[in-house]
């Protein structure tokens, strides 16, 4: 009966006793903790929202047209940036461009940046441009600029190269298109030629 008196009271004041030592841990273990600094939740916080913005840029933009005169042209870059102003202009970097005449005549040009308006379909490319042609001209200009909407591209910084009849360099250059959508070459300014006879 005794033991019975016992037990019971050793059960009611564990009940009493055990929430209330639960409680004092708890509250240690809040009062130790290390203080929370809100610099260091997100280290990665500090972002210029603005700048991220600015820096909207599209990976291996593309596009493509037709002339006037029927000369097809597809533009490509690695990457490119919108002008913020104008969606429709674009900074582009390592810029190739294909020109395919409606008689089946080809030019590329190449070159590390572009300014281009897709709108008005003019084009500033820039930095070791390089023009080759299926007729067998390979030339190289500082600057290129004109316009695609009919095929006019002008080279007005000096040009240097080669073509079928030797190696030639010249003050300015145009790129246009000819009678029955051939593509024409035309050197202007300064032009000098040097001729290379043919292997035989």
Known sequence: M??????????????????VIALVTLSTLFLLARTVDPDDAIPFADVNVSERAR?????????SGVSSDGTEFTLRATRAR?????????LAENVDLALRAADGGLAS?????????????????????????ST?????????EGNLGRLNIAARGGV??????????????????????TQRLLFTGDVNLLYTPPDN
Do not use: Y
């Open 55 to 63: 820096d909207q840029q599209l990976t291996q933009p593309k596009f």
């Open 136 to 144: 067998g001209f390979m030339l190289m200009t500082p600057r290129l």
């Open 82 to 90: 919108p002008d913020l102003e104008d969606p429709r202009r674009m």
């Open 2 to 19: 005794v033991a019975d008196n016992t037990h019971s009271q050793l059960v009611s004041g564990a009940k009493v006793i055990l929430p």
């Open 160 to 181: 240097e190269g080669t073509g079928p009849l030797g190696t030639l360099t010249a003050s300015a250059m145009t790129l246009t298109e000819g009678e029955n959508g």
């Open 109 to 133: 040009v190449s070159a590390a940046t572009g300014d281009v308006d897709t709108g008005r379909r003019r084009l500033v490319l820039e930095g070791d441009v390089r023009v080759e042609t």
